[in-house]
């Protein structure tokens, strides 16, 4: 069985960039064709890097309004859309953790701005003097208190405070030499929780430094939210804050690691609905001759699609050549709107004897007229098809 814990531990332990969520496999390998199609800059699964910390306290502040510029503008040089609602991603209210840190110094945890319309969910934070790193050799007594830990190459984003001291390490384990570092940091939580409990369930994120060296992420959410936060005008949400310290060392064959973390308080904020924000799209049609209807709930930053047919999906979609591997053998279902913008499905569907699935997509920052689906099947070394060639559900606004 999945260790979870020790799993989340090992990710904590490194400045990994990536971390594998336990999701189906069909989520996996339609993330890695949407990165295949559409390469997105520093876009990772929900993971954490390390860090520390020693007092913090809370205080109230407020945050900029819609005239200044947010997160969603800086994160919109890597994806226009969040430019496309950065006006609207304005928190009534911001509490800020603080942190007193004989090696950080001041960090100031806070998160920056917010989008949430009801289907969808993003949410952008900010630490100030986050890391610092440093050089480090044990001493017998200090070795003898790490614990042995696989050598791993650290993925890096290339402008990270410590980077020099990253690459000599990294360069150490590919060479086989010695070397070690230690590492104070002060990083959130992976839990974004509500105040009556209501844990949201993280889809991906994107970080990266913004020009005073500030640590910046983009968190989005799996859509739909979950339902009993759709219909609130408002989320008061939660981020806990922990204090890490990391010493990690290789020999030259062999790593050991030591870790101590803590709790040192929390960011909250509070994130209004954007009105009207969401649009009712309904439509039917014929898939190979199979009469398929569709509806779909659509937003500026996401969609969920609903597709119903009269007859199972592996009777009337094209079956891959025999003897290939069943888990190798997927469906597509592909949205476009009326100016060719496609959106990117967030999960896949087996091929098998389902005539009814429902599947969360990335919006493209416009609001779209119509939106044609496409349903179709696929599997290892076949390329995509030709969308002229395939049947499609056309579906309109209907609310």
């Known amino acids: 069985m999945i260790n979870e814990k020790d799993i989340q531990d090992r990710v904590n332990r490194r400045l990994s960039g990536l971390a594998a969520s336990e999701q189906r496999r069909m989520r996996i390998?339609?993330?890695?064709?949407?990165?295949?199609?559409?390469?997105?800059?520093?876009?990772?699964?929900?993971?954490?890097?390390?860090?520390?910390?020693?007092?913090?306290?809370?205080?109230m502040a407020t945050v900029a309004t819609a005239e200044h510029l947010n997160l969603f503008n800086f994160f919109g040089a890597h994806d226009?859309?969040?430019?496309?609602v950065a006006p609207h991603a304005i928190l009534t209210v911001s509490e800020p953790a603080l942190v007193a840190h004989p090696h950080l110094g001041d960090v100031k945890a806070s998160i920056d701005s917010a989008y949430f319309d009801g289907l969808s969910l993003n949410l952008a934070y900010r630490i100030e003097n986050h890391r610092y790193v440093e050089a480090f050799t044990p001493t017998a007594d200090e070795l003898a208190a790490m614990q042995p830990d696989e050598p791993l190459i650290i993925a890096l984003i290339g402008n990270e405070p410590g980077l020099e001291i990253y690459k000599a390490y990294n360069d150490a384990v590919a060479n086989g030499t010695p070397f070690g570092y230690r590492q104070y940091t002060v990083y959130p939580s992976d839990h974004t929780v509500t105040d009556d409990?209501?844990?949201?369930p993280p889809y991906?994120?994107?970080?990266?430094y913004d020009e005073t060296g500030a640590y910046c992420e983009m968190r989005e959410f799996e859509t739909p939210l979950p339902a009993e936060l759709s219909d609130r005008k408002e989320l008061n949400v939660s981020i806990i804050m922990y204090q890490q310290e990391t010493t990690v060392w290789f020999?030259?064959?062999?790593c050991y690691i030591k870790y101590d973390r803590s709790e040192v308080g929390h960011m909250d904020a509070t994130i209004p609905l954007t009105k009207d924000a969401v649009q009712i799209m309904e439509g039917s049609g014929e898939i190979n001759g199979v009469k398929c209807e569709a509806t779909a709930t659509v937003s500026k930053m996401a969609a969920s699609v609903t597709v119903n047919c009269e007859a199972p999906v592996n009777t009337f979609l094209a079956a891959a050549p025999e003897g290939t591997d069943k888990h190798d053998i997927w469906v597509d279902v592909l949205a476009v709107d009326?100016?060719?913008?496609?959106?990117?499905?967030?999960?896949?569907?087996?091929?098998d004897d389902s005539t009814s699935f429902t599947l969360p997509f990335l919006g493209t920052g416009t609001m779209p007229k119509t939106l044609t689906i496409y349903v179709y099947s696929m599997?290892?070394?076949?390329?995509?098809?030709?969308?002229?060639?395939?049947?499609?559900?056309?579906?309109?606004?209907?609310?």
């Open 204 to 208: 991906s994120a994107m970080e990266d």
């Open 80 to 84: 226009e859309r969040y430019n496309a």
């Open 29 to 59: 390998r339609t993330a890695i064709n949407a990165e295949r199609e559409e390469a997105q800059p520093m876009k990772r699964t929900i993971s954490k890097t390390l860090v520390f910390a020693i007092v913090a306290v809370m205080l």
């Open 197 to 200: 409990g209501v844990d949201i």
């Open 338 to 351: 009326e100016s060719g913008n496609k959106f990117r499905e967030q999960e896949g569907i087996m091929l």
């Open 379 to 399: 599997w290892e070394g076949i390329d995509d098809p030709d969308l002229t060639s395939l049947d499609g559900i056309v579906l309109t606004v209907t609310k």
């Open 251 to 254: 020999d030259g064959q062999n």
